[in-house]
């Protein structure tokens, strides 16, 4: 019997986790693995064995000097190195951006909460529409990296999207489902509580407005995602580099 293409799932919070995602991959007969790369024990030495490599959000900047973000960076360099098709969400997309040199900073404004994104001329075929629904909750932002192409921009960040070959890196979430939404408004409450800023919704607009919103997001998602399943399969068909390398 054929082998299923394994993918890589770096989760660094327990309420971030793959969601949406993780149904759409399991859907096309791949096989997840999760990993929380702050933990020494639960991350791969290297990607022998991964067809995929998806990186989600974080509360940590991917400018910190932290052992794992290191670690982790490095794999997505060896990723781009090897042709392992790597997905981004957020501090994943910031950290697929550094990793092909791009500059990652503070953004002039926080970005929380939901928001309509324009896809860019070149990206309206991936994403099937000129106008898309995304969730956000970011600090920082990335600039595009040099031979990737813009497919994705905001009216308060223009860089929200970018593909280099199957390389794909969104700073939104298009993965998170209501449950997601639910746990990020109770662990976040005290974080919007009182701004008053126009790039920042209520927890009351955040929530109110999930159930409207997540069935055109997920469409979005589900055609976004499998176009990068497809880079996974090709990779997969050419060979993933053997078994899957032991926890370092």
């Known amino acids: 019997m054929p082998t299923r293409p394994v993918v890589a799932i770096f989760q660094h919070h327990p309420h971030q986790g793959p969601g949406f995602l993780l149904h759409v991959l399991q859907g096309a007969g791949l096989r997840p693995e999760l990993f929380d790369p702050d933990e020494r024990s639960d991350r791969p030495a290297d990607l022998r064995g991964f067809a995929g490599l998806v990186v989600l959000g974080s509360d940590h900047s991917v400018n910190e000097d932290r052992p794992w973000i290191h670690h ?16 981004g969400h957020c501090f994943g997309s910031q950290l697929l951006a550094q990793a092909l040199g791009a500059r990652v900073g503070r953004s002039c404004r926080p970005q929380i909460g939901w928001k309509r994104l324009r896809a860019t001329p070149e990206g309206r075929e991936l994403l ?10 970011h600090y920082e932002a990335f600039g595009i990296p040099r031979g990737a192409t813009r497919v994705l921009a905001g009216a308060q960040g223009l860089n929200k999207g970018f593909v280099l070959g199957p390389h794909m890196g969104f700073q939104c979430h298009f993965e998170v489902t209501q449950e997601t939404i639910e746990d990020w408004c109770a662990e976040g409450a005290k974080e919007v509580a009182g701004r008053d800023e126009p790039t920042v919704q209520s927890i009351e607009q955040m929530l109110s407005q999930a159930p409207q919103v997540l069935p055109d997001m997920h469409a979005t998602a589900r055609r976004v995602y499998a176009r990068w399943i497809e880079g996974v399969r090709r990779r997969h068909s050419r060979g993933a580099g053997g078994t899957v390398a032991g926890r370092g």
């Open 128 to 137: 099937g529409q000129a106008e898309v629904w995304s969730f956000n909750w």
């Open 72 to 87: 982790e960076r490095a794999l997505v360099r060896q990723a781009v190195r090897d042709g392992i098709p790597v997905m």
